[in-house]
T-cell receptor, first 115, second 114 residues
Framework: KQEVTQIPAALSVPEGENLVLNCSFTDSAIYNLQWFRQDPGKGLTSLLLIQSSQREQTSGRLNASLDKSSGRSTLYIAASQPGDSATYLC??????????????FGKGTRLHILP | NAGVTQTPKFQVLKTGQSMTLQCAQD?????MSWYRQDPGMGLRLIHYSVGAGITDQGEVPNGYNVSRSTTEDFPLRLLSAAPSQTSVYFC?????????????FGPGTRLTVL
């Protein structure tokens, strides 16, 4: 059974620092992996989707990498800003074509950028 | 595109009442799903659909019904609300089968059952 873990559960860093958020999964046979951010009281906003054949994706100050063989993905945030404060979730995506091949979410890392 | 929309944003029910949470998407996505999010429990799948007329149960389906009569809409019905159903409910949609199943989420419905 696929399990997704995000460590640490919470992280505080000073503004301007580069930082890395971690996501690990137990079964390397994944379809895709997706990173989200969630602001308090809001829905999930998609940040990056990494397809299983890709090693990384970039969007602005964000870079997500995927290493299926080691069961890891990282989200790198460059030059952090107070507006980056949010909870970041990763999700391992199955093909969704049957009940046993769906989406497993981590519980998230709560990030606080100190001004 | 409006993306994924959900109504209402907030709802308070009494135990035993029924209601329907609405979800709609305008991206012609085949896959739609409902989750509930509770502190310490993360996101849990309630029901999902891979197309009009096709629904299936997720991890926590008891007390909830769904139907999918059109591609765009996927309502979630609470049959007889219980305090244990107090939660934040999210609807999501995505494409199927072509390698790009990026998930798009709605803004959520915050439900309190008294």
């Amino acid at each position: 059974k696929q399990e997704v873990t995000q460590i640490p559960a919470a992280l505080s860093v000073p503004e301007g620092e580069n930082l890395v958020l971690n996501c690990s999964f137990t079964d390397s046979a994944i379809y895709n992996l997706q990173w989200f951010r969630q602001d308090p009281g809001k829905g999930l906003t998609s940040l990056l989707l990494i397809q299983s054949s890709q090693r990384e994706q970039t969007s602005g100050r964000l870079n997500a990498s995927l290493d299926k063989s080691s069961g890891r993905s990282t989200l790198y945030i460059a030059a952090s800003q107070p507006g980056d404060s949010a909870t970041y979730l990763c999700a391992v995506l199955g093909s969704q074509m049957n009940r046993d091949d769906k989406i497993i979410f981590g519980k998230g890392t709560r990030l606080h950028i100190l001004p | 595109n409006a993306g994924v929309t959900q109504t209402p944003k907030f709802q308070v029910l009494k135990t035993g009442q029924s209601m329907t949470l609405q979800c709609a998407q305008d991206m012609n996505h085949e896959y739609m799903s409902w989750y509930r999010q509770d502190p310490g429990m993360g996101l849990r799948l309630i029901h999902y659909s891979v197309g009009a007329g096709i629904t299936d149960q997720g991890e926590v389906p008891n007390g909830y019904n769904v139907s999918r009569s059109t591609t765009e809409d996927f309502p979630l019905r609470l049959l007889s609300a219980a305090p244990s159903q107090t939660s934040v409910y999210f609807c999501a949609s995505s494409r199927l089968g072509d390698g790009d199943n990026e998930q798009f989420f709605g803004p959520g419905t915050r439900l309190t059952v008294l």
